[in-house]
């Protein structure tokens, strides 16, 4: 399409006659375009000056204005480096022209107009660095290797807006200049830098100086690390460093936008990438609000930029409501959450908004609002820079140039003013109350919980001055919250307990002030759930799982949790990181699993479950990054592979939130002697180490502590075999040597890792088993001992047990797992093992229905003792709130009430198991 089609808007003339005079200077223009020419000379200076001075250049151009840009940016890679200063201003006149003229005439959006800008700045600095290299390379200075492109080493990265390809009008450019300092001899080292800081020096000599035809970019090398004593190109080494070890918020914030503009681009990319923990923190980062929040303040501060909003002399960039404003808030926000969601990760502020609504961050009418903002003030800005190319942001002092810019915007002062007011003021709004944490709540009038308040002071977590100040912001809504709490006492005493746990608290309490929904659920688990409330001291990353996204999402199932993992599993860089990453991810979907059984949004079987599925994902995702990691070593595992198998809780699919997993591992190598590896193995100890991998893994103890305890004394010949067990030898075992007991495990023996052929196998050796068990003449009678055995070795912890004893869950999965053994069926949980001992005619369905009703109420106790306390059910050590958890779990009224069900019940089913398992003949009793 051509320019005059797409002409959708016009200035009006603030000075007609100058106006006219443009107009006189191009007399073969089209018609329509004669009133663009004239509004925008008779608005700036400045272009009326290029107007004049490109005149025969200008027609052409307007007709394609897109290939004039084009013909323009092919010309920069051919110009000699002592023609190329003069050459970079002409074009820099050509291109500020003719984006300004399609931008006045809304040819360009914003965004194109900034893109071009921004392209031109990215070849103009690559032209140079490219020469200036190059003539250093000629001297002997430098090392190149034939292309232009490398740079010897050198990169250059945009920050900021250009970085973003969002320059403005007359923008400055931001610059970092840095080299690899590996690919030379460390005797050469600064040889390197003083010729690389040459160029450097010579390059931003080239843009920014002022000479006739003007300049091409203000350059701004400032914001390399520590730039007031380190030199304008340091190495990537140095600043690794830097940013290590004292590299602020704002730095971070800035890095959001760095992108290579020139240079040696594999370099560059591979500085970026060790810098991504640097920018992106693994942990929701709500500490960065108050850091720009500080920024704001500190540059208000020295601009004097705060009070209310006048429009004279209003700063469009700084000033309230202004586009600092909302870049802040789009990095801010970007910052906070990055780390943990890559799709964040974008340079454009628009961009950045609309991910950030995407994402929930931010209400979806409120990103778009804010990106309207944003356009129009960024408009604003080009119109006031475009009047005497000038880098100002400064609303005008008068009455004369409001008239000017009204002129310059195509509208009447009136309605730019009202505009310019309303959209300020709608962008503070947006913005501030993100930023400016309220004022501290007044505290309670009272002396109750004085003594326990005074030790707070001592804490870790509040030793430092920024703790201390954010905390006290959020104690008087603590202590309201904990006050109206059902036993304000023992609800402040389980939040002390936090609190002294927490090994640091500035992160947290930014966390909780950012977000004041958290503080009551604090609240609610201090109140309710001590055992919690200490996982939550030790793991209070887990808190970040609450507003990312998916806490209250439908539960997605072994299979999609699997792949979740496994997702974040292959984003990680080496093996203890893929470690340490699984800890961070489970103990997060751990800490949902236990929230929401505490707040009623599932119950204790969805829990069991839930919990099962969890661990069933971490082991099935785990396992293929353990055995890559050991075949590097000792090679490819021989054979046909292995297979994890799930027993006891985790085989029947119901785990609490303290449950251990209780695995066996089976491998196929008949006939392979060793694996073929760098370090190869014996066949049977490959699979032992392998398996010991896998457990280090799950267990082992890091920075995010460990995944499981893993129990592996179910294998074949228990503490004495090997812990890994080839399936011939497993085979053999179980049909010869294998006692009942072994058997009953069996029947809750589940794959669940490992090779899908080899599981198939097994799962049919393992039905074919238990069919050929199922009519053990003994199996009757040696249960029977094993359970008077158990009575006697494991008596119960007191009548609040749900666990051990007679009639007890113990006792019930031992009797479901017989009726499962006794009838040959393949079910792995409770309810389906009964179901089978039904349909075999060995269980009556009036006494199913009794072990099952006791099973399930004794799980409700048992899941929800080991969620509040960790331990046995004990209401008299248990606070009201974990008392009223319980009881809202199993209906009934008070504890007297649970405490005499409990009794019938498992009177009940220990009398059903008793009388079935000493039946002589194994035929139903009568």
């Avoid at 267990?699 to 011939?728: C, H, I, N, W």
């Amino acid at each position: 399409m051509s320019f005059t089609s797409r002409l959708s808007r016009s200035p009006r003339p603030y000075d007609p006659d100058r106006g006219a005079d443009a107009v006189a200077e191009l007399p073969g223009l089209a018609q329509d375009i004669h009133s663009l020419i004239a509004g925008a000379a008779g608005c700036s200076p400045y272009l009326a000056g290029l107007i004049k001075s490109e005149a025969d250049w200008l027609p052409e151009a307007l007709e394609t204005p897109e290939q004039a840009v084009d013909a323009l940016m092919a010309k920069l890679p051919e110009i000699a480096l002592d023609r190329l200063p003069a050459h970079l201003r002409q074009t820099k006149r050509r291109i500020a022209l003719l984006t300004a003229l399609a931008d006045l005439g809304g040819v360009w959006p914003l965004e194109q107009v900034t893109q071009v800008l921004t392209d031109f700045a990215d070849g103009a600095v690559s032209a140079c660095v490219t020469r200036l290299v190059a003539a250093e390379v000629a001297r002997g200075k430098l090392t190149g290797d034939g292309d232009p492109h490398d740079a010897a080493g050198m990169v250059v990265l945009a920050m900021g807006k250009m970085g973003a390809h969002e320059l403005n009008y007359s923008s400055d450019i931001d610059l970092i200049c840095l080299f690899d300092e590996t690919r030379y001899d460390p005797d050469d080292y600064h040889d390197v830098r003083a010729a690389l800081i040459r160029v450097t020096r010579r390059m931003a000599a080239i843009m920014s100086d002022v000479k006739e035809g003007g300049y091409v970019f203000r350059t701004d090398l400032r914001l390399r690390p520590d730039a007031s004593v380190t030199p304008v190109c340091l190495s990537m080494e140095a600043a690794e460093r830097y940013y290590e070890s004292v590299g602020r918020t704002w730095e971070r914030a800035a890095y959001i936008k760095a992108r290579i503009c020139a240079g040696d681009q594999t370099a560059g990319a591979r500085f970026l990438d060790t810098l991504r923990p640097f920018v992106w923190r693994k942990h929701l980062d709500f500490v960065a609000i108050q850091d720009a929040h500080d920024m704001r303040l500190k540059i208000r501060d020295h601009k004097g930029l705060h009070g209310n909003l006048v429009l004279e002399d209003h700063n469009m960039k700084l000033g309230r409501g202004g586009i600092r404003e909302i870049e802040f808030f789009t990095q801010t926000r970007q910052l906070i959450a990055g780390g943990r969601d890559p799709s964040l990760r974008v340079r454009g502020t628009g961009n950045g908004l609309d991910r950030l609504a995407a994402a929930g961050w931010i209400p979806v009418e409120s990103a778009a609002q804010l990106y309207d903002h944003y356009r129009h003030h960024r408009e604003v800005e080009h119109r006031l820079q475009m009047i005497n190319d000038a880098q100002t942001h400064q609303l005008p002092s008068d009455a004369e140039g409001f008239e000017r810019l009204a002129a310059f915007m195509g509208t009447d002062v009136a309605t730019l003013r009202n505009d310019l007011t309303t959209r300020v003021e709608a962008v503070h709004a947006l913005t501030e109350g993100f930023f400016a944490p309220d004022a501290a709540a007044p505290a309670p009038q009272s002396d109750w919980g004085a003594d326990v308040l005074a030790r707070w002071p001592s804490y870790p977590a509040l030793r430092s001055a920024r703790a201390t100040e954010i905390f006290a912001r959020l104690r008087p809504e603590i202590m309201t919250r904990l006050a109206e709490a059902a036993k304000p006492d023992e609800a402040l005493s389980q939040f002390d307990g936090f609190l002294a746990g927490l090994p640091a608290g500035v992160q947290l309490f930014s966390l909780f002030e950012a977000n004041p929904q958290l503080t009551q659920l604090i609240v609610d688990i201090a109140a309710t759930a001590p055992a919690l409330a200490q996982y939550l001291s030790r793991n209070a990353g887990v808190l970040d799982a609450v507003i990312a996204g998916e806490f209250f999402a439908p539960w997605p199932g072994v299979v999609g949790l699997r792949e979740k993992l496994a997702a974040v599993l292959a984003a990680q860089g080496d093996y203890e990181a893929q470690l340490i990453a699984a800890r961070r991810w489970a103990k997060e979907w751990h800490f949902r699993i236990g929230v929401h059984h505490l707040r009623g949004l599932i119950d204790a079987e969805s829990s069991g479950r839930q919990y099962a599925d969890l661990a069933e994902a971490v082991v099935s995702a785990l396992w293929p990054v353990v055995a890559a990691e050991f075949a590097q070593k000792y090679g490819p595992m021989p054979g046909r592979g292995v297979v994890v198998l799930g027993m006891g809780s985790l085989g029947a699919g119901r785990l609490n939130a303290a449950s251990d997993l209780d695995l066996i591992v089976i491998y196929d190598a008949e006939g392979v002697d060793r694996s073929d590896g760098p370090r190869p193995l014996e066949t049977r100890t490959y699979f032992a180490r392998l398996t010991q991998a896998l457990v280090t893994a799950l267990s082992a103890p890091m920075s995010q502590g460990r995944l499981y305890e893993v129990d592996m004394r179910l294998r074949p010949s228990g503490k004495q075999g090997p812990v890994a067990t080839s399936f011939a030898a497993f085979s053999n075992y179980q049909r010869d040597e294998a006692w009942t007991w072994e058997h009953l495990a069996l029947t809750r023996a589940r794959p669940v890792a490992g090779s899908t052929g080899l599981s198939a196998e097994i799962e049919a050796f393992r039905r074919a088993l238990l069919s050929e068990k199922a009519q053990g003449p003994t199996v009757l009678s040696d249960v029977a001992e094993m359970r008077d055995r158990i009575a006697r070795s494991k008596p119960s912890q007191g009548e609040w047990d749900a666990k051990i004893g007679p009639g007890r869950l113990q006792d019930i999965e031992l009797f479901a797992q017989t009726a499962a053994l006794r009838s040959g069926a393949p079910a792995h949980d409770l309810k389906g093992q009964l179901q089978a001992g039904v349909e075999s005619g060995w269980v009556d369905t009036a006494d199913a229905h009794t072990v099952a009703a006791t099973a399930g109420l004794l799980w409700q106790v048992q899941a929800s003792a080991r969620l509040l306390t960790g331990g046995v059910f004990d209401p008299d050590a248990l606070g009201e709130g974990g008392r009223r958890m319980i009881l809202r779990e199993t209906g009934c009224d008070d504890i007297d009430a649970l405490n005499t069900r409990m009794v019938a019940a498992r009177v009940q089913a220990a009398e059903v198991i008793k009388r079935l398992l000493e039946s002589v003949d194994g035929e139903r009793s009568k």
